[in-house]
């Protein structure tokens, strides 16, 4: 078994995945590298959320029964994890929505809706990059269309890194939001936060951060970050599906509009007029997600039983390993940076002129689960000139012995296809 430095006990992890037991057609152990795409759900969560359904379910906040006041309090205090998970400096910046999209789509509704200084005009101009999700380019385009802002971008690199040669004409006095990913879920890539930010601040921009691929692997400080808002996903992290947070600075939050109406958000109702409650309630219309809220909450309790240093210090060593055993496959290319610095554990690469559906389809038949597509990034793949990219994403329970059988898999493919 190959050992490499900083790994985690990778062995005593996977026991808490019963997934990662599965045995798939003729008999091939799952290989499970679409961890970008999803992560999968430990024991400890699972048993959390059973126990919530079993045990408390109930509406929140609004009931005085028993039920109501546990399922209240597991709620609110997975708000409370989430806020000292990502150092936020109050719990009321934690707002859940139902995931990091939604939540993207939260940041710009409001700035379409607000009053100066943050509202987005016909005279001002939206920022984001080439190398978004589709999550973080389509709600801007819709504002964009909406309101007549003009929207610009950074470009890529060749070797997939953004291109800031122009961040002085890209970021101008009429920038109102500059929005970007902390690390690509196509490219891999750790993207410099420091320089964009600097300049968004001396022209009064606002800075929003979609933190999906970042937050489940390493550690995310929102104030470090110096950002405005901060989007992440609980499914990716090893909690539930339909759970997002975005963080907001205080100071936002009670000034911007919310972007739903409905119960909870209020303080007061008449047929004339209404009244908003408080963030974080006042962006938190109708019934929560509160079962996928409470084990997020498990997640992040089970992740920082493991240490957010220590899976990025063997996520690290995954990758470097990987892209070492990647670059022995013949007629393989990486798509993104090519060393393991400043990159994450997704790495995108195409075959010779196989196409990456039927990577795909063939790496299945061994059992051997990856992402093909465009991995809703498709502005990427056409930067590149290709249809799409096979990836391949790692997190704490993954291996050494699955890469290996990742680039077994890969000369099959190429013998299957001649």
Known sequence: MTQLPGLLDTEAIRKD????????????????????????????????????????????????????????????????????????PSRDEVIFTKNASESLNLVANMLGWADEPYRVDADTEIVITEMEHHSNIVPWQLLAQRTGAKLKWFGLTDDGRLDLSDIDEVITEKTKIVSFVLVSNILGTFNPVEAIVRRAQEVGALVCVDASQAAPHMPL????????????????????????????????????????????MIETVSMHSSTYAPAPHKFEAGTPPIAQAVGLGAAIDYLNSIGMDKI?????????????????????????????????AAISFTLGDIHPHDVGQ???????????????????????GIPATTRASFYLYSTPAEIDALVDGLEHVRNFFG
């Open 362 to 384: 063939v790496l299945d038949e061994l059992g051997i689960a990856v992402r093909v597509g465009h991995h809703c990034a498709r502005p990427v793949c056409l930067r590149y």
């Open 17 to 88: 995945f019963p997934i990662l037991d599965r045995v798939l057609h003729d008999g091939k152990k799952l290989v499970y590298l679409d961890n970008a795409a999803t992560s999968q759900t430990p024991r400890q969560v699972l048993d959390v959320l059973g126990e919530y359904y079993e045990q408390h379910n109930a509406n929140v906040h609004r009931g005085v029964h028993v039920l109501a006041e546990e399922a209240t309090a597991l709620y609110e205090g997975a708000r409370d994890k989430v806020a000292e998970f990502i150092n936020a």
């Open 312 to 344: 990025l210090a063997h996520e690290h060593a995954l990758t470097e390993y990987a892209v070492k055993r990647l670059g022995e496959v013949p007629d393989l290319r990486i798509i993104g940076p090519t060393t393991a610095e400043d990159r994450g």
């Open 221 to 264: 400080d929102v104030q470090a970050l110096q950002a405005d808002f901060v989007a992440f996903t609980g499914h990716k992290m090893c909690g539930p599906t339909g759970i997002g947070v975005l963080w907001g600075r205080q100071e936002l939050l009670e000034d911007l509009p919310p972007f739903l109406g409905g119960g909870e």
